[in-house]
């Protein structure tokens, strides 16, 4: 069998941004490195959105915005987002940025194979896959299993599932300069729903159905919403370009249990995902370059996790939302409605120290949010 250093079981976001940290960091030249996985990358399958003050990755940066749109079916107010911009990342580009980076390294290597299953044994782990086995000294977990959390209670569950449409329209409806951030006009259907609409030009932008819900629905009721929402913005004429879809755990789970000594579980798997939010472009950043910080100076992997403070507003959120799903909108809107973009983008960022917390947090339903403590003070 042949053996590596390090593994990694899977190669999205987590994985990858993992390997391209740690090339930048120069402290892995001598080591082995094995990424593995089904899915050679080869496709544009997702879009990643962030909120950013700096140059983080602009050169793969495929568009900019530096006003937001929140609305609900009672107001509609541009969000100023200085001194952040939006951005957007095309998944294809980063695939290809980072496989780009990882071709010129001599100690890495990406293989197109199925992982079926992977253990420690003692002081190393082995790997295997549908055609062969491996061995190492480290794995980086990244395949998530949604039954460790379902088989729980302790914390619940939501999921920010989405389906999106990148049309390009006859009618100049667009306004390049904006992005629709969050859009609760559409019908709540008891959950909370919203329209998520990113325009590269007057006539050309993403525009995705989500909702942050316990359940999926079928293909068709998502489509049906964007069908019914192009509509509402006046276009009769338009073709669809590209399609996406997908699907994030919305948790507090202490994912970070089941990490051994070599064994780390990272992305959705290890709990990176901003529970409250889903957005994981901005978190896997910093996750990443803390796991390569760790690293450094640490070999038990069961030592990397963090609970804090955001942590417990996470948790209260996701409570919350889990008990009264239908009241989402009034949640963000409450938010939103008066309070100040900048701090609760920073907020969001866990970025925020606790006097800045307790600004942001009262603007919330405060009903709601004390009974969630509640709850959990004395479940």
């Given at each position: 069998m042949q053996h590596y250093h390090y593994i990694f079981t899977g190669s999205g976001l987590s994985a990858l941004m993992t390997v391209y940290e740690m090339i930048l960091s120069k402290k892995f030249n001598d080591k082995s490195i094995l990424i593995l996985d089904q899915n050679p990358k080869k496709n544009n399958d997702r879009t990643w959105c962030f909120w950013d003050e700096k140059q983080s990755f602009d050169e793969i940066v495929s568009k900019k915005w530096d006003v937001a749109l929140f609305a609900d079916e009672n107001f509609r107010r541009d969000l100023d987002l200085?001194?952040?911009?939006?951005k957007m990342i095309r998944g294809l580009d980063f695939y290809n940025l980072v496989f780009d980076l990882i071709s010129k390294q001599k100690n890495i290597r990406f293989a197109n194979e199925k992982v079926i299953d992977f253990e420690e044994l003692g002081n190393h782990c082995v790997v295997k896959t549908e055609t062969q086995n491996y061995t190492c000294n480290k794995i980086f977990n990244s395949i998530y299993n949604p039954q460790i959390v379902k088989n729980q209670s302790k914390y619940p569950l939501l999921q920010q599932h989405f389906i999106g449409w990148f049309i390009q329209s006859e009618e100049k409806v667009f306004i390049p300069a904006k992005a629709t951030f969050m859009d609760f006009s559409v019908e709540q259907k008891g959950n909370t729903r919203f329209m998520y609409v990113l325009p590269t030009s007057e006539t050309e932008a993403l525009l995705e159905y989500t909702l942050f819900s316990k359940d999926l629905l079928t293909k068709s009721a998502y489509e049906n919403e964007i069908q019914d929402y192009i509509k509402k913005l006046g276009i009769t004429n338009y073709k669809i370009i590209e399609k996406e879809q997908g699907n994030i755990p919305m948790t507090c789970y202490a994912f970070w249990k089941h990490n051994t000594k070599n064994i780390v579980n990272i992305g959705s798997a290890g709990g990176w995902t901003k529970a409250s939010t889903g957005y994981t472009f901005a978190n896997t950043i910093k996750k990443s370059k803390a796991l390569?910080?760790?690293l450094s100076k640490e070999t038990d992997f069961r030592k990397f996790h963090k609970k804090d403070k955001f942590w417990l507003y996470d948790l209260l959120f996701i409570d919350v939302l889990f008990r009264r799903n239908d009241l989402g909108?009034?949640?963000?809107?409450?938010?939103?409605?008066?309070?100040n973009p900048t701090l609760i983008f920073k907020f969001l960022d866990e970025e925020t120290s606790f006097w800045e917390d307790l600004q942001v947090i009262w603007k919330c339903p405060k009903g709601l949010f004390v009974r969630?403590?509640?709850g959990r003070l004395f479940s």
């Open positions: 200085h001194p952040n911009k939006y390569i910080q760790f909108s009034t949640v963000f809107s409450a938010l939103f409605k008066k309070g969630a403590l509640l």
